[in-house]
């Protein structure tokens, strides 16, 4: 079965340090990774996906599959990167593709 | 391109009473998902359409809700009837995923708020 788990909840750090936000996941086959923001009063959309390999807003993130995380890491925090932060997870091998969401991790930019 | 549609924002309503939700989403994305998130909580996925087929409603309680899929392009979601616990964003999103196809996103629309009191 898909899981998709964020042990934070909240996570508050001073503008300029470094912010790592955690995901882990469980999925037998080969998964691809997303990471999903949604700022105050917009939409979710999507951040970064793994397959991409991209730097989004200074964002980054790299599938360990060894350990089954998907971490998202910046190394300088903006105020503006306050927000909700979703991991979620898509399985590819059956006939139809299932997007899972994490609980979400709620980021505080101190300033 | 002109985003995933739903309709309407906000909705209160009573315990037992019933209500729909609309979402038109992206033209040409064949797959629809409806997710619902509860305060606090990540989306769960409740209902997801390939075309106008259902590929994935395990988590829809069909006791109470049911959806459909318009000719492969809008869809409804309804609820009845409405228990307090159903207060909840209801999120439509669309993509164009296929399966084996990598490097997809799904779009979201802004939601509608539940709240049944």
């Known amino acids: 079965a898909q899981r998709v788990t964020q042990p934070e909840k909240l996570l508050s750090v001073f503008k300029g340090a470094p912010v790592e936000l955690k995901c882990n996941y469980s999925?037998?086959?080969?998964?691809?990774l997303f990471w999903y923001v949604q700022y105050s009063r917009q939409r979710l959309q999507l951040l970064l996906r793994h397959i991409s390999r991209e730097s989004i807003k200074g964002f980054t993130a790299d599938l360990n599959k060894g350990e089954t995380s998907f971490h998202l890491k910046k190394p300088f925090a903006q105020e503006e990167d306050s927000a909700m932060y979703y991991c979620a997870l898509r399985g590819i091998e059956t006939s139809y593709d299932k997007v899972i969401f994490g609980p979400g991790t709620s980021l505080s930019v101190i300033p | 391109e002109a985003g995933v549609a739903q309709s309407p924002r906000y909705k209160i309503i009573e315990k037992r009473q019933s209500v729909a939700f609309w979402c038109n989403p992206i033209?040409?994305?064949?797959?629809l998902y409806w997710y619902q998130q509860i305060l606090g909580q990540g989306p769960k996925l409740l209902i997801q359409?390939?075309?106008?087929?259902?590929?994935?409603d395990s988590q829809l309680p069909k006791d109470r809700f049911s959806a459909e899929r318009l000719k492969g392009v809008d869809s409804t979601l309804k609820i009845q009837p409405a228990k307090l616990e159903d207060s909840a964003v209801y999120l439509c999103a669309s993509s164009l995923v296929m399966a084996g196809v990598m490097n997809t996103e799904a779009f979201f629309g802004q939601g509608t708020r539940l709240t049944v009191v």
């Open positions: 359409f390939q075309n106008n087929g259902v590929v994935d």
């Open positions: 999925y037998s086959g080969s998964p691809e």
């Open positions: 033209s040409g994305h064949a797959t």
